[in-house]
């Protein structure tokens, strides 16, 4: 038989309408097993008051374990009468527990004190769960980056040539900014690991109750300060929304690239046939879905994002409706990650790079010009002159057809009277990229440093 959880002053159920509108069970059902948590440690701290006995409680906590296996066999499942999750499963205790001690468990909690902390215990378990997600897309770029530690690349500004680079340094670019999203992630955790448990409905207990107990019991470092707060808050939603937006924009980022990477103008990098898509009229096509999907899901985590925090935007305190708002934003950003990060990990793990086009790019557009120039400011000449001097030699050696080392020792001369034929020792690829060996530069020896203190950072989380 239904349950409804506040029918007493009224004189008839809700309109049609009225309930479907009001209805979360088809999203918030993924809370029950927190929600039965919940109400064993709510048992317990009903227990410790004094307002269940020993058998009550040894009964209650056995209806609830009955239930939670229920749960996750699908024996019990929400009907269209349970408004949501908390009423579904005080339905589930009374059908199990019978009605009189069933009905004990309500003391001292509302659903709003409950919603705001099994939130936080579900956000909590699938942060961590996107961020071993996203250590695999870490590993698999790793994976790169030690299958292809001396590849070159052009490096870009603009889109643009800009200067050699390290293939490998450039996939650890994208490690770094995962990296900081890992990060983000732990560092939100510290803010979330609060249970509003004991806030009730807004003012708090007055039956004794421990919040505190109750946060230990579920795995929170501290009970709400403030019942208030603990009840009417959700920037700890929003941020999490904010972290999942960010790492799929970056994300985003390493898609686009493996885009271009893969066309025929670029030819970097091929994409393994499990990880790519064919078209259904052209034979030839091999299309990158897992990076375009990538893209435009970055798309949907901002919005999803943006709609909570403008759900959230100008809501007076404590608990108002709008909040019931704030969940399928979140589930959503979490369940296209858990699809997206592991196909991402595929994607990248298996791309094929062409080391011998990237090095042949390497040095196209004039990518050594800084080197003549930085050659220059090493014999004394001015960097305004020598940028002016590098420029000329682009000129003439594009006019003329070839590339920078290919200019005649009368051309250079011509061009600037410091510059001698030994200028051409910084005119590869190599001994550019050699030459950039501050910390943190695309020198072999800074990347392999840097691919260490990853592997240390790595190890450590
Ligand atoms: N289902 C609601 C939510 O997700 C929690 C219930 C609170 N409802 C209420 N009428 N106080 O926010």
């Known amino acids: 038989e239904p349950v409804q959880l506040w029918g007493g002053r009224f004189a ?4 049609e309408a009225m309930a479907a509108l009001s209805a979360s069970t088809h999203f918030d059902w993924r ?3 927190y929600d039965i948590a919940g109400s064993k440690a709510h048992a317990r701290v009903l227990h410790q008051a004094k307002l269940l006995t020993d058998d009550e409680l040894a009964g209650m906590l056995s209806a609830l374990d009955t239930l939670l296996a229920d749960v996750g066999s699908g024996a019990f499942t929400p009907t269209v009468a349970d408004e949501d999750v908390h009423t579904a499963l005080e339905r589930g205790l009374i059908e199990r527990a019978g009605a009189d001690l069933g009905g004990k468990l309500r003391a001292g909690r509302s659903r709003n004190d409950q919603v705001a902390t099994l939130f936080r215990m579900w ?3 699938a942060a961590r769960r996107v961020a071993t997600g996203v250590t695999g897309v870490v590993d698999a770029l790793l994976h790169q980056v030690d299958t292809h530690p001396a590849a070159v690349m052009p490096g870009r500004t603009h889109l643009q040539h800009a200067q050699p680079v390290l293939l490998s340094h450039h996939l650890l670019a994208h490690v770094q900014s995962l990296l900081r999203d890992l990060d983000r992630v732990r560092d939100w955790d510290r803010r979330a690991a609060v249970s509003a448990y004991g806030s009730g409905a807004l003012a708090g207990s007055s039956l004794g109750l421990d919040p505190v107990a109750v946060a230990a019991e579920l795995g929170f470092d501290a009970a709400a300060e403030n019942s208030i707060d603990g009840v009417a808050s ?5 941020e999490l929304a904010f972290c999942l937006a960010m790492l799929g924009v970056n994300l985003s ?10 066309t025929a103008e670029f030819g970097y990098a091929v994409l393994d046939d499990a990880w790519a898509t064919g078209s259904s009229i052209m034979p030839q096509k091999k299309n990158p879905d897992v990076a375009e999907l990538t893209r435009g899901k970055s798309g949907r985590l901002i919005g999803n994002l943006t709609g909570l925090l403008a759900v959230l ?13 704030d969940k399928e934003p979140l589930f959503d950003s979490v369940e296209q990650l858990e699809l997206l990060l592991p196909a991402i990990a595929g994607m990248v793990g298996t791309l094929r790079f062409d080391e011998a086009r990237m090095a042949s790019m390497a040095p196209a557009g004039f990518t050594l010009a800084t080197d003549v120039a930085e050659w220059l400011v090493r014999q004394g000449i001015p ?3 020598a940028h002016e001097a590098a420029g000329d030699c682009v000129r003439v050696a594009e006019s003329r057809g070839v590339g920078l080392a290919e200019l005649t020792d009368e051309e250079l001369v011509g061009v600037h009277p410091a510059l001698s034929p030994e200028i051409r020792d910084v005119l590869t690829v190599e001994g ?3 030459s950039r060996d501050a910390f943190g530069g695309t020198a072999p020896s800074r990347v392999q440093e840097q691919r260490v203190r990853v592997g240390e950072v790595l190890a450590d989380l």
Do not use: H, M
Not at 313 to 325: G, I, M, S, V
């Open 253 to 262: 980022r390493i898609a686009e690239e493996v885009i271009i990477w893969t």
């Open 383 to 385: 960097f305004r002159v």
């Open 313 to 325: 935007k100008a809501q007076p305190l404590a608990y108002n409706r709008d909040l019931q708002e």
């Open 31 to 33: 809370l029950a097993p």
């Open 12 to 15: 008839s159920g809700p309109a």
């Open 234 to 238: 959700r920037d700890f939603a929003a």
């Open 432 to 434: 550019s990229i050699a």
């Open 123 to 125: 956000l909590r378990d």
